[in-house]
């Protein structure tokens, strides 16, 4: 569930970043590739977990799989908006506005997974998990000020972001379904 939802949701970002790039012309595109990636990303909550089934003493399995599926769902519903927004051509500012939840809830993830993965799981898995999260949060807050305050200096920082933060996403996510990062 962990790498393959990573894998979604960097497809996502990257997959918006080539429209914030003008790579994609039209809208419906990306509303196209980016609402069949968020269906699939709520579709992956059903898939049983490859990382929080392990760990020690320490670990809390239950809290973790909450922890991450609320992650999930919160980018399936910014993966949903942006799709609604490239094929109905809804107003940009909500999904700014999303973004602003999108950034405190990958932030509260990042200090979750920082604190208690570490213990539990091994540093390996604490350290791929936080730095996920805290990309996310990275790119929510850009996602942010580029939509919700429309500073139209920011597409193309926001589009290089969204490429290169979610290419890392992608690469941490494939680490960890191909069980390349795991538990100690």
């Given at each position: ?8 949701i960097g497809?996502?970002?990257f ?6 790039l003008?790579?994609y ?9 980016v609402g ?6 709520l ?9 929080f089934?392990?760990?020690?003493v320490n670990?809390?399995?239950?809290a973790e ?12 519903g ?6 609604a ?5 809804f ?5 700014g506005?999303?973004g602003?939840f999108l950034?405190?809830v990958?932030a ?9 993965l570490y213990?539990a799981?091994?540093d ?9 999260t805290?990309?996310?949060a990275g790119?929510?807050?850009i ?5 919700a305050?429309p500073f139209?200096?920011l597409?193309?920082v ?8 979610s290419?890392?996403v ?13 538990v100690?």
């Amino acid at each position: 569930m962990e790498g393959l939802a990573f894998i979604l949701i960097g497809g996502v970002l990257f997959s918006q970043s080539w429209h914030l790039l003008g790579l994609y012309s039209d809208g419906r595109t990306v509303g196209l590739f980016v609402g069949v990636l968020g269906l699939a990303l709520l579709i992956s909550l059903t898939v049983d977990p490859l990382v929080f089934v392990g760990g020690n003493v320490n670990a809390n399995p239950v809290a973790e799989i909450g922890v991450m599926k609320i992650l999930i769902l919160a980018w399936a519903g910014y993966a949903i908006g942006v799709a609604a927004h490239g094929l109905w051509d809804f107003d940009d500012r909500a999904i700014g506005f999303y973004g602003a939840f999108l950034t405190a809830v990958s932030a509260i993830s990042l200090v979750y997974f920082s604190v208690k993965l570490y213990d539990a799981y091994g540093d390996g898995i604490g350290a791929a998990f936080s730095v996920v999260t805290l990309i996310l949060a990275g790119l929510a807050a850009i996602i942010f000020f580029y939509l919700a305050v429309p500073f139209a200096i920011l597409r193309l920082v926001a589009g290089w972001f969204l490429l290169f933060g979610s290419s890392a996403v992608v690469a941490i996510g494939l680490a960890i379904a191909t069980t390349l990062i795991e538990v100690d």
